[in-house]
Protein backbone atom coordinates (compact mmCIF):
# COMPACT_ATOMS: atom_id res chain seq x y z
CA UNK A 1 0.00 0.00 0.00
CA UNK A 2 1.64 3.50 -1.16
CA UNK A 3 1.60 6.00 1.68
CA UNK A 4 2.66 9.52 1.12
CA UNK A 5 5.85 9.01 3.17
CA UNK A 6 6.60 5.15 1.52
CA UNK A 7 9.40 4.79 0.29
CA UNK A 8 9.81 3.98 -3.44
CA UNK A 9 13.22 2.03 -3.68
CA UNK A 10 11.45 -0.41 -1.14
CA UNK A 11 9.59 -2.81 -3.87
CA UNK A 12 6.48 -4.77 -2.79
CA UNK A 13 7.07 -8.29 -2.08
CA UNK A 14 5.78 -11.22 -4.93
CA UNK A 15 2.06 -12.19 -4.59
CA UNK A 16 2.04 -15.39 -2.48
CA UNK A 17 0.75 -17.43 -5.46
CA UNK A 18 3.50 -16.22 -7.50
CA UNK A 19 6.33 -16.88 -4.46
CA UNK A 20 4.72 -20.36 -4.29
CA UNK A 21 4.36 -21.58 -7.98
CA UNK A 22 8.00 -20.34 -8.21
CA UNK A 23 9.17 -21.90 -4.94
CA UNK A 24 7.26 -25.24 -5.71
CA UNK A 25 9.26 -25.19 -9.42
CA UNK A 26 12.66 -24.54 -7.14
CA UNK A 27 11.66 -27.46 -5.16
CA UNK A 28 10.47 -29.78 -7.68
CA UNK A 29 14.04 -28.56 -9.73
CA UNK A 30 15.77 -29.64 -6.52
CA UNK A 31 14.50 -33.24 -6.13
CA UNK A 32 15.16 -33.75 -9.71
CA UNK A 33 18.74 -32.77 -9.51
CA UNK A 34 19.72 -34.02 -5.91
CA UNK A 35 17.20 -37.05 -4.77
CA UNK A 36 15.87 -35.01 -2.14
CA UNK A 37 14.44 -31.68 -0.85
CA UNK A 38 15.51 -28.29 0.10
CA UNK A 39 16.38 -28.09 3.81
CA UNK A 40 17.47 -25.67 6.38
CA UNK A 41 18.45 -27.40 9.98
CA UNK A 42 20.46 -29.89 8.30
CA UNK A 43 23.18 -27.27 7.69
CA UNK A 44 22.92 -26.35 11.26
CA UNK A 45 23.64 -29.95 12.45
CA UNK A 46 26.23 -30.27 9.96
CA UNK A 47 28.09 -27.18 11.08
CA UNK A 48 27.79 -28.80 14.64
CA UNK A 49 29.22 -32.27 13.38
CA UNK A 50 32.17 -30.37 11.38
CA UNK A 51 33.26 -27.73 13.96
CA UNK A 52 32.90 -30.48 16.53
CA UNK A 53 35.26 -32.81 14.60
CA UNK A 54 37.76 -30.00 14.53
CA UNK A 55 38.00 -28.91 17.97
CA UNK A 56 37.20 -32.10 20.10
CA UNK A 57 37.51 -34.63 17.49
CA UNK A 58 37.41 -37.28 20.40
CA UNK A 59 34.38 -36.06 22.09
CA UNK A 60 32.63 -35.66 18.69
CA UNK A 61 33.81 -39.59 17.35
CA UNK A 62 32.22 -40.86 21.34
CA UNK A 63 28.84 -38.63 20.85
CA UNK A 64 25.86 -41.27 20.36
CA UNK A 65 24.42 -38.84 17.63
CA UNK A 66 27.19 -36.76 16.06
CA UNK A 67 29.52 -39.91 16.00
CA UNK A 68 28.08 -41.98 13.36
CA UNK A 69 27.65 -38.48 10.97
CA UNK A 70 31.46 -37.67 11.43
CA UNK A 71 32.12 -41.92 10.66
CA UNK A 72 32.46 -41.01 6.98
CA UNK A 73 34.60 -37.39 7.20
CA UNK A 74 34.15 -34.17 7.82
CA UNK A 75 30.18 -32.90 6.94
CA UNK A 76 31.36 -29.77 6.48
CA UNK A 77 31.02 -28.88 2.62
CA UNK A 78 27.72 -31.33 2.18
CA UNK A 79 25.48 -30.43 -0.28
CA UNK A 80 23.37 -28.99 3.13
CA UNK A 81 26.11 -26.79 3.56
CA UNK A 82 26.48 -25.45 0.27
CA UNK A 83 22.68 -24.94 -0.08
CA UNK A 84 22.25 -22.80 3.00
CA UNK A 85 25.66 -20.46 1.67
CA UNK A 86 23.34 -20.10 -1.73
CA UNK A 87 20.17 -19.21 0.25
CA UNK A 88 22.58 -16.38 2.09
CA UNK A 89 23.35 -14.67 -1.29
CA UNK A 90 20.05 -15.58 -2.90
CA UNK A 91 18.38 -13.68 -0.18
CA UNK A 92 20.81 -11.33 0.22
CA UNK A 93 20.54 -10.36 -3.55
CA UNK A 94 16.55 -9.97 -3.58
CA UNK A 95 16.71 -7.86 -0.94
CA UNK A 96 19.46 -5.66 -2.38
CA UNK A 97 17.96 -5.54 -5.83
CA UNK A 98 14.38 -4.65 -3.91
CA UNK A 99 15.67 -1.67 -1.95
CA UNK A 100 14.82 -4.36 1.10
CA UNK A 101 18.02 -4.25 2.41
CA UNK A 102 18.05 -2.69 6.14
CA UNK A 103 20.31 -3.40 8.77
CA UNK A 104 18.74 -3.31 12.13
CA UNK A 105 17.78 -5.07 15.12
CA UNK A 106 14.06 -6.13 14.29
CA UNK A 107 11.57 -6.32 17.23
CA UNK A 108 13.44 -3.13 18.76
CA UNK A 109 10.75 -0.75 18.42
CA UNK A 110 8.34 -3.38 19.62
CA UNK A 111 9.39 -5.48 22.75
CA UNK A 112 12.73 -3.87 23.25
CA UNK A 113 15.99 -4.76 22.21
CA UNK A 114 17.28 -6.77 25.70
CA UNK A 115 13.61 -8.71 25.42
CA UNK A 116 14.53 -9.32 21.47
CA UNK A 117 17.42 -10.86 21.81
CA UNK A 118 16.65 -13.37 24.22
CA UNK A 119 12.83 -14.38 22.49
CA UNK A 120 15.31 -15.05 19.38
CA UNK A 121 17.52 -16.73 21.28
CA UNK A 122 15.56 -18.94 23.14
CA UNK A 123 13.50 -19.55 19.82
CA UNK A 124 16.30 -20.35 17.61
CA UNK A 125 17.44 -22.64 20.72
CA UNK A 126 13.56 -24.55 21.03
CA UNK A 127 13.48 -24.78 16.78
CA UNK A 128 17.10 -25.78 16.75
CA UNK A 129 16.41 -28.73 18.74
CA UNK A 130 13.01 -29.70 18.17
CA UNK A 131 14.20 -29.76 14.27
CA UNK A 132 16.39 -32.45 15.39
CA UNK A 133 13.94 -34.91 17.28
CA UNK A 134 12.03 -34.24 14.09
CA UNK A 135 14.62 -34.68 11.51
CA UNK A 136 13.76 -31.75 9.44
CA UNK A 137 12.20 -28.15 10.18
CA UNK A 138 9.76 -26.67 8.26
CA UNK A 139 11.80 -26.38 5.19
CA UNK A 140 12.74 -30.56 5.09
CA UNK A 141 9.99 -31.82 7.02
CA UNK A 142 6.76 -29.41 6.39
CA UNK A 143 7.52 -28.06 2.45
CA UNK A 144 9.96 -30.88 1.13
CA UNK A 145 8.17 -33.73 2.88
CA UNK A 146 4.79 -32.71 2.00
CA UNK A 147 5.69 -32.67 -1.53
CA UNK A 148 7.11 -35.77 -1.42
CA UNK A 149 3.38 -36.94 0.48
CA UNK A 150 5.06 -37.99 3.75
CA UNK A 151 2.50 -38.83 6.51
CA UNK A 152 5.01 -37.13 8.96
CA UNK A 153 5.45 -34.03 7.08
CA UNK A 154 1.61 -33.46 7.83
CA UNK A 155 1.51 -34.14 11.05
CA UNK A 156 4.77 -32.13 11.71
CA UNK A 157 2.84 -28.51 9.94
CA UNK A 158 -0.20 -29.20 11.72
CA UNK A 159 1.49 -29.65 15.54
CA UNK A 160 3.96 -26.62 14.12
CA UNK A 161 0.56 -24.26 13.13
CA UNK A 162 -1.37 -25.16 16.52
CA UNK A 163 1.55 -24.60 18.97
CA UNK A 164 2.41 -21.11 17.14
CA UNK A 165 -0.46 -20.14 17.52
CA UNK A 166 -1.07 -20.71 21.08
CA UNK A 167 2.12 -19.75 21.96
CA UNK A 168 1.91 -16.49 19.48
CA UNK A 169 -1.09 -15.93 22.10
CA UNK A 170 0.97 -16.13 25.03
CA UNK A 171 4.10 -14.34 24.19
CA UNK A 172 5.22 -11.38 22.22
CA UNK A 173 7.73 -12.42 20.26
CA UNK A 174 8.60 -9.29 17.69
CA UNK B 1 16.21 -41.00 -15.23
CA UNK B 2 15.82 -38.73 -12.88
CA UNK B 3 16.74 -37.92 -10.16
CA UNK B 4 20.55 -37.13 -11.23
CA UNK B 5 21.85 -37.38 -7.47
CA UNK B 6 24.01 -35.27 -7.85
CA UNK B 7 25.03 -33.79 -4.27
CA UNK B 8 28.11 -31.56 -5.33
CA UNK B 9 28.53 -27.87 -4.31
CA UNK B 10 27.32 -26.56 -7.80
CA UNK B 11 23.95 -28.22 -7.09
CA UNK B 12 23.42 -27.25 -3.50
CA UNK B 13 24.65 -23.40 -4.16
CA UNK B 14 21.97 -23.29 -6.92
CA UNK B 15 19.43 -24.67 -5.10
CA UNK B 16 20.35 -22.83 -2.08
CA UNK B 17 20.36 -19.23 -4.24
CA UNK B 18 17.00 -19.58 -5.70
CA UNK B 19 15.80 -20.82 -2.43
CA UNK B 20 16.66 -17.73 -0.53
CA UNK B 21 16.16 -15.47 -3.25
CA UNK B 22 12.09 -16.78 -3.56
CA UNK B 23 12.17 -16.51 0.38
CA UNK B 24 13.51 -12.97 0.62
CA UNK B 25 10.76 -12.30 -2.45
CA UNK B 26 8.18 -13.45 -0.84
CA UNK B 27 8.59 -11.29 2.95
CA UNK B 28 9.96 -14.39 4.41
CA UNK B 29 12.79 -12.80 5.91
CA UNK B 30 10.87 -10.41 8.15
CA UNK B 31 9.81 -11.60 11.36
CA UNK B 32 6.67 -9.61 11.37
CA UNK B 33 5.17 -10.88 7.89
CA UNK B 34 5.88 -14.46 9.38
CA UNK B 35 4.58 -14.11 12.98
CA UNK B 36 2.00 -12.53 11.27
CA UNK B 37 0.72 -15.66 9.83
CA UNK B 38 0.13 -17.39 13.92
CA UNK B 39 -2.10 -13.47 14.47
CA UNK B 40 -3.94 -14.45 11.17
CA UNK B 41 -3.25 -11.01 9.61
CA UNK B 42 -0.92 -12.48 7.17
CA UNK B 43 -1.48 -16.00 5.25
CA UNK B 44 1.73 -15.66 2.83
CA UNK B 45 3.34 -18.30 4.86
CA UNK B 46 0.36 -20.92 4.79
CA UNK B 47 -0.29 -19.36 0.67
CA UNK B 48 3.20 -19.78 -0.48
CA UNK B 49 3.72 -23.17 1.04
CA UNK B 50 0.83 -24.84 0.12
CA UNK B 51 0.95 -23.52 -3.62
CA UNK B 52 4.80 -24.76 -3.63
CA UNK B 53 3.84 -28.21 -2.44
CA UNK B 54 0.87 -28.55 -4.77
CA UNK B 55 2.91 -27.67 -7.91
CA UNK B 56 6.03 -29.92 -6.70
CA UNK B 57 4.10 -32.92 -6.00
CA UNK B 58 2.20 -32.49 -9.13
CA UNK B 59 5.15 -32.05 -11.02
CA UNK B 60 6.80 -35.11 -8.98
CA UNK B 61 4.25 -37.16 -10.29
CA UNK B 62 3.51 -36.22 -13.62
CA UNK B 63 7.26 -36.69 -13.71
CA UNK B 64 6.75 -40.06 -12.43
CA UNK B 65 3.61 -41.23 -14.57
CA UNK B 66 5.55 -39.52 -17.65
CA UNK B 67 8.70 -42.69 -17.03
CA UNK B 68 11.14 -39.69 -16.09
CA UNK B 69 11.01 -40.35 -12.14
CA UNK B 70 12.04 -43.41 -10.75
CA UNK B 71 9.65 -45.03 -8.52
CA UNK B 72 10.81 -44.07 -4.59
CA UNK B 73 13.79 -42.77 -5.62
CA UNK B 74 12.91 -39.23 -3.67
CA UNK B 75 13.76 -38.50 -0.52
CA UNK B 76 10.40 -38.85 2.23
CA UNK B 77 11.09 -38.17 5.80
CA UNK B 78 10.54 -41.50 8.18
CA UNK B 79 6.92 -41.47 9.14
CA UNK B 80 7.43 -41.35 12.91
CA UNK B 81 4.26 -39.71 13.67
CA UNK B 82 5.13 -38.89 17.54
CA UNK B 83 8.82 -37.02 16.83
CA UNK B 84 7.23 -35.34 13.89
CA UNK B 85 4.50 -34.37 16.29
CA UNK B 86 6.88 -33.01 19.08
CA UNK B 87 9.26 -31.77 16.34
CA UNK B 88 6.68 -29.49 14.84
CA UNK B 89 5.37 -28.51 18.12
CA UNK B 90 8.63 -27.67 19.37
CA UNK B 91 9.49 -25.46 15.91
CA UNK B 92 6.37 -23.73 16.47
CA UNK B 93 6.86 -22.40 19.08
CA UNK B 94 10.37 -21.81 18.56
CA UNK B 95 8.93 -20.06 15.35
CA UNK B 96 5.98 -17.92 17.72
CA UNK B 97 8.75 -16.84 20.21
CA UNK B 98 11.61 -16.23 17.74
CA UNK B 99 9.70 -14.68 14.87
CA UNK B 100 11.56 -16.97 12.21
CA UNK B 101 12.58 -20.91 11.41
CA UNK B 102 15.64 -22.08 10.48
CA UNK B 103 15.38 -21.41 7.16
CA UNK B 104 13.59 -18.37 7.24
CA UNK B 105 16.24 -16.75 9.88
CA UNK B 106 18.79 -17.19 7.12
CA UNK B 107 16.98 -15.22 5.09
CA UNK B 108 16.36 -12.58 7.51
CA UNK B 109 20.10 -12.76 8.60
CA UNK B 110 21.30 -11.72 5.10
CA UNK B 111 18.14 -9.19 4.45
CA UNK B 112 20.07 -7.29 7.34
CA UNK B 113 18.40 -8.31 10.16
CA UNK B 114 20.56 -8.71 13.83
CA UNK B 115 18.07 -10.63 15.66
CA UNK B 116 18.17 -13.24 13.15
CA UNK B 117 21.90 -13.86 13.90
CA UNK B 118 20.63 -14.18 17.54
CA UNK B 119 18.63 -16.94 15.96
CA UNK B 120 20.52 -18.69 14.00
CA UNK B 121 23.38 -18.78 17.00
CA UNK B 122 19.74 -20.37 19.13
CA UNK B 123 19.58 -23.16 16.43
CA UNK B 124 22.86 -23.65 16.05
CA UNK B 125 22.72 -24.14 19.96
CA UNK B 126 20.24 -26.15 20.44
CA UNK B 127 21.48 -28.50 17.51
CA UNK B 128 24.58 -29.09 19.98
CA UNK B 129 22.09 -28.83 22.63
CA UNK B 130 20.39 -32.66 20.89
CA UNK B 131 23.79 -33.76 20.71
CA UNK B 132 24.77 -33.11 24.52
CA UNK B 133 21.50 -34.75 25.82
CA UNK B 134 21.26 -37.63 23.19
CA UNK B 135 20.62 -40.89 24.87
CA UNK B 136 18.43 -43.40 25.32
CA UNK B 137 15.16 -40.95 25.72
CA UNK B 138 15.63 -38.91 22.77
CA UNK B 139 17.09 -42.08 20.65
CA UNK B 140 13.59 -43.28 20.82
CA UNK B 141 11.28 -40.00 20.33
CA UNK B 142 13.13 -39.65 17.18
CA UNK B 143 11.66 -43.00 15.89
CA UNK B 144 8.20 -42.78 18.57
CA UNK B 145 5.37 -43.16 16.35
CA UNK B 146 6.54 -45.21 13.83
CA UNK B 147 4.35 -46.67 10.93
CA UNK B 148 5.74 -50.27 9.59
CA UNK B 149 4.18 -50.18 6.46
CA UNK B 150 5.93 -46.75 4.73
CA UNK B 151 6.60 -42.79 4.70
CA UNK B 152 3.93 -41.87 2.11
CA UNK B 153 0.31 -41.57 2.16
CA UNK B 154 -0.10 -44.64 -0.36
CA UNK B 155 2.09 -46.71 1.19
CA UNK B 156 0.95 -46.09 5.08
CA UNK B 157 -2.90 -45.48 4.39
CA UNK B 158 -3.38 -46.31 0.61
CA UNK B 159 -4.28 -43.15 -0.70
CA UNK B 160 -2.91 -43.21 -3.76
CA UNK B 161 -1.28 -39.78 -5.38
CA UNK B 162 -4.02 -38.51 -7.23
CA UNK B 163 -6.56 -38.34 -4.37
CA UNK B 164 -3.65 -36.74 -1.97
CA UNK B 165 -2.68 -34.30 -4.84
CA UNK B 166 -6.18 -33.74 -4.90
CA UNK B 167 -7.17 -33.04 -1.33
CA UNK B 168 -4.38 -30.59 -1.08
CA UNK B 169 -5.44 -28.63 -4.50
CA UNK B 170 -8.82 -28.29 -2.36
CA UNK B 171 -6.96 -27.70 0.38
CA UNK B 172 -5.07 -24.52 -0.90
CA UNK B 173 -7.64 -22.84 -2.32
CA UNK B 174 -9.29 -23.37 1.35
CA UNK B 175 -6.17 -21.58 2.49
CA UNK B 176 -6.70 -19.06 -0.32
CA UNK B 177 -10.09 -18.47 0.45
CA UNK B 178 -9.96 -18.21 4.07
CA UNK B 179 -6.92 -16.82 4.19
CA UNK B 180 -7.82 -13.81 2.00
CA UNK B 181 -11.43 -13.56 4.32
CA UNK B 182 -9.32 -13.05 7.66
CA UNK B 183 -6.44 -10.16 5.97
CA UNK B 184 -9.12 -8.06 5.11
CA UNK B 185 -10.57 -8.38 8.35
CA UNK B 186 -7.37 -8.51 9.99
CA UNK B 187 -5.80 -5.25 8.97
CA UNK B 188 -4.14 -6.78 5.77
CA UNK B 189 -1.07 -8.76 4.75
CA UNK B 190 2.29 -7.08 6.11
CA UNK B 191 3.74 -4.67 3.09
CA UNK B 192 7.00 -4.54 1.93
CA UNK B 193 7.56 -0.64 3.16
CA UNK B 194 5.87 -1.98 6.86
CA UNK B 195 8.66 -4.90 6.84
CA UNK B 196 11.49 -3.01 6.23
CA UNK B 197 10.97 -0.68 8.51
CA UNK B 198 10.89 -3.15 11.24
CA UNK B 199 7.95 -3.75 13.81
CA UNK B 200 6.76 -0.96 15.61
CA UNK B 201 4.81 -0.90 18.93
CA UNK B 202 1.34 -1.25 17.43
CA UNK B 203 1.99 -4.28 15.26
Known amino acids: ?174 | MFPLNDNGMISGLLCGILFGYVLESAGFGSPVKLSAQFRLRDWAVFKVMFTAIVVAAVGLWLLRVGGLLKPDSIAVPQAALVAAAVGGALVGAGFAVGGYCPGTSVAGLFSGRIDALVFVVGVITGTAGFAVFYGTTLKSLKSAGLIAEGDTFADAYEISDPVMIAILVVALIGVFFVGSWFERRKGGPVTAQEAVEGACPTT
Open chain 1, 1 to 174: MDTPTSNPRIKPFWPPFVAGVVLGLVLLLTFVLSGHGLGASGAANDLVAGVGLQLAPEATRANGYLGPQVADGNPLGSWMTWEIVGVAIGALAGAFMAGRFRVQLDGERSVGAGSRVIKALAGGFLAGFGARIAGGCTSGIGLSGSAALGVSAFVFLALFFVTGMIVSRLVKGV
